[in-house]
């Protein structure tokens, strides 16, 4: 990795990226990187759902080796109804 011509700090593979072009809000149709929150108990009820819609989460993923379908299907229908919260 080589060291910029200013500073000590390091050159990243980008090039120009800075702290301020992380740090600055993207739009959702501009951004390509994907969210994926796998849900667990923490996150089951509504709130916590529509807090994940919220940050940006684009994919719901159930862990199927925990729980039993009956508890998914309770998740699921959580989510869809945080997720018509949020067209609102």
Not at 32 to 58: F, H, Y
Request: glycine letters at 6%; a positive charge; proline letters at 5%.
């Amino acid at each position: 990795m080589s060291l910029s011509n200013t500073s000590e700090v390091p050159l990243l593979s980008g090039g120009f990226i800075t702290v301020d072009t992380v740090k600055r809000p993207t739009e959702l149709v501009n951004r390509r990187t994907k969210i994926v929150c796998t849900l667990g108990p923490a996150c089951w009820e509504v709130p916590q759902l529509e807090s994940l819609i919220d940050a940006g989460m684009n994919v719901a993923r159930f862990n199927f080796s925990h729980g039993d379908h009956k508890g998914h299907k309770a998740c699921l229908d959580r989510l869809r109804e945080a997720a018509k919260n949020k067209e609102q």
